[in-house]
């Protein structure tokens, strides 16, 4: 009998935001590519979040368990700087000091994005507040989490977004939060490239998360059906493409050459050679310029 050799295994990864959505995606396959990932947000099976949604942190770590992964659910808000570095000093203290892998994907914006009205319309309390919840969370888990990786001169930093070009995102804060995101990781990857830790940004195309389909009136077993409200819907992904590209990237020995950059599940499927959990390599950037490109213009190339 041979014994699958997972290509992550022994790697420590922070997945935080992975309470839902992409961040739940990616925890998920990371595990299943052999990581230990600690999962962090601020649902937990005491608590809501504001986001007040039924999904927690330990309903993730419960799929990675039960998919034979190994997964340790941490209630963190990452808004709080003391919280945040009572997590690190848990994943040093256990770990020895370690750590692989952080995600940053945190975001939480999605009550507080006003789409429609410009920015001399819209509640700018609301509006800053996204801005902390969607940047400032990912500043602080890495200024606490980036000391472990440097002093072993290596690991990757993954910021999670919504795009990678310079295309406007169609409300304000909402486009500035996640272009931000994109700076990070550039600015994050020149500091860190002499100390050996690469830094990029990520997208998914549409994707398929937990409150997309509620809002389409699907299941993930019925998903197609939300086509009828929206062919675009055809094209969607679901969390686990997003994972998988994550997962390919934290195991492939050449990723330093991507730092700085902001890639795409689009573009990476053709690298890597992963597949959606249905089998299938979703391409929104080939969907946009075949559907939507006549009447949006171009989707831009990559920042």
């Not at 925890?27 to 608590?47: D, H, I, N, P, Q």
């Not at 942190?57 to 992964?69: F, H, K, N, Q, Y």
């Not at 319309?121 to 606490?144: C, D, F, K, P």
């Not at 890597?272 to 490109?293: C, I, K, M, V």
Request: glycine share 10%.
């Amino acid at each position: 009998m041979t014994t699958e050799v997972k290509p992550l295994a022994g790697r420590i990864a922070l997945v935080a935001g992975a309470t839902r959505g992409g961040g739940r995606g990616i925890a998920v396959e990371l595990a299943a590519a052999g990581a230990t990932v600690y999962v962090t947000g601020r649902s937990s099976a005491s608590r809501r979040s504001a986001m007040d949604r039924p999904e927690t942190v330990e309903e993730t770590a419960d799929l990675i368990s039960a998919a034979g992964g190994t997964a340790i659910p941490v209630h963190t808000d990452h808004s709080r700087a003391e919280e945040v570095q009572a997590l690190v000093d848990r994943i040093a203290a256990e770990q020895n000091g370690r750590l692989d892998i952080l995600v940053n994907c945190v975001w939480g914006g999605d009550p507080l994005t006003q789409w429609g009205p410009p920015l001399w319309e819209q509640n700018l309390e609301m509006g800053l507040r996204l801005l902390r919840q969607a940047v400032e969370t990912h500043i602080i888990t890495s200024r606490l989490a980036l000391p472990l990786m440097v002093t072993r001169k290596s690991g990757l930093v993954v910021e999670v977004t919504d795009g990678n070009t310079a295309r406007y995102r169609g409300s304000f804060f909402y486009d500035l939060a996640k272009s931000t995101v994109i700076r990070l990781a550039f600015a994050q990857a020149a500091e860190l490239e002499p100390h050996g830790v690469t830094a990029v940004a990520i997208t998914p195309g549409f994707l398929r998360s937990e409150a997309m389909l509620e809002g389409f009136g699907v299941t993930e077993a019925t998903w197609r059906e939300g086509a009828a409200k929206d062919p675009n819907f055809a094209a969607s992904e679901t969390p686990a493409y997003l994972g998988r590209a994550v997962a390919a990237l934290a195991a492939d020995p050449a990723v330093s050459a991507k730092s700085g950059q902001a890639l795409a599940t689009w573009d990476l499927y053709k690298e890597y050679g992963f597949t959606d959990s249905d089998g299938s390599q979703p391409d929104w950037a080939a969907h946009w310029t075949d559907n939507l490109e006549v009447a949006n213009g171009p989707l831009g190339e990559p920042v």
